[in-house]
């Protein structure tokens, strides 16, 4: 891994975005962090040099919200995700990343484009269902063991159920540690995390700490309603940009 001028300025804020996303602040910008990572070096050694530094913050960011977080959504959702992350070990390899990304962005375009558009001045909070929360969860597992980028699939369930943001941001915090965890394995029978990369996961992992320490800060100055507002534009925004960039 060359230290150079493209590796500060595709690296570290693809990691610090990651930290950021541990706080529930802009989780669908880290779609792009992956992308900027594989300027300076293979996607296999992005995907390698991240996954260490997303369980080592999840460590971090459960600690922060241990008190915040939806236990029966997490029952519901957990097990699901497994079931994607079994799928995406057996079968990632059948898949371009470019593919997967365009189908995660034509969810979170659609998804987040039927929210502006028919946003009602009271925003009713939509029941839990089982059906919804497995398929989300399922998908969501499935993606983010293939490119890391299982949020998308996971606010498209959690959002609609307007939990106080401190509760959604624990809830998806105490998600992703337990889809991570699981990944790991995975990652190194497959051999994609090495002795090597892990290292490197450990030199880069303090950038992680200061995206959770921006990230936390700015929720808790935050107003509720807002912070869905700039959720919802964030999962449009990162979500118009996967289309563009497989269409071109």
């Known amino acids: 891994m060359e230290i150079n001028l493209l590796f500060f300025l595709c690296v570290v804020p693809a990691i610090i975005l990651y930290g950021i996303a541990k706080s529930g602040l802009g989780g669908s910008m880290t779609l792009i962090s992956i992308p900027l990572m594989t300027v300076v070096m293979p996607l296999g050694q992005a995907l390698a040099i991240v996954l260490p530094i997303l369980i080592l913050s999840d460590m971090v960011a459960v600690y922060k919200f241990r008190k915040n977080f939806d236990a029966e959504t997490l029952k519901l959702l957990v097990p699901s ?44 909070p939509l029941k839990k269902s089982y059906i919804k929360g497995g398929v989300c969860s399922v998908i969501s597992g499935f993606t983010s063991f293939c490119v890391h980028a299982g949020g998308t699939p996971l606010s498209v369930y959690l959002l609609p159920l307007r939990m106080k943001k401190e509760v959604y941001v624990g809830t998806r915090i105490i998600f992703f540690t337990c889809l991570n965890l699981m990944k790991f394995p995975f990652y190194i029978n497959l051999s994609i995390v090495t002795l090597e990369s892990f290292k490197q996961s450990l030199l880069l992992f303090p950038l992680a700490v200061i995206g959770i320490g921006i990230g936390y800060q700015i929720l808790k100055i935050i107003k509720e309603s807002i912070f869905y507002n700039i959720i919802y534009i964030l999962i449009l925004c990162s ?7 497989f269409l071109k």
């Not at 990343?97 to 659609?110: H, N, P, R, V, Y």
């Open 81 to 124: 995700a497994a079931i994607g992350i079994f799928i995406g070990s057996t079968t990632f390899m059948y898949f371009s990343e470019s593919l997967l990304k365009f189908i995660i962005g034509l969810m979170g375009f659609l998804f987040a484009g039927h929210y502006f558009l028919f946003k009602a001045k009271v925003i009713i």
């Open 239 to 245: 979500s118009t940009k996967l289309i563009f960039d």
